[in-house]
């Protein structure tokens, strides 16, 4: 099992943040399209190759979001029309989210199988996940989904405040 640290920086304009494994190494580099349309967050690793790209969908009646992983289209997060609390459907083969989400606190599974979890730690300044990967030939799918995750969560903080 392989630990990473996901930790986001408090009022960053430039949406760029990094991946850290339990040494305090990075690990891996997101980095967000600012002022750019569609907007994109690009996931880079240590040797700045390109492993993950989320698109936020332009023109929509409902957000949607397009996960690429390793060149690949893998996962596309959805909205789905309530009229009470937002709610998300996540489409990808064998690929299942289990838990609360919101929260940051979930279990990522494919094919009924647990891949990999989520959780938020607590006490730390901005947001800090710790990813935790039980399938390590899944880190990059892994890491692309909570990236994507957090730029839905984002989304909807935006959209509620506007």
Known sequence: M???FIKQKVF???EKFTVKDEQERDRYFVEGSFL???KTFSILDAGNQEI???TKKTFSFLPTFFVEVDGRDA???KKEFTFLKPRYAIEAEGID???NWWEMTFDILQHGQV???VSKQWLS???????DILDETKEHLIISLVVAIDCVKADQAAAASS
């Open 115 to 117: 891949i990999g979890s």
């Open 36 to 38: 750019k349309i569609p």
């Open 2 to 4: 392989k630990q990473l």
């Open 97 to 99: 989210v289990q838990g």
């Open 125 to 131: 300044w901005g947001d800090t996940y710790q990813v």
């Open 12 to 14: 960053s304009l430039s």
């Open 52 to 54: 993950g790209v989320i």
């Open 75 to 77: 996962v596309m997060i």
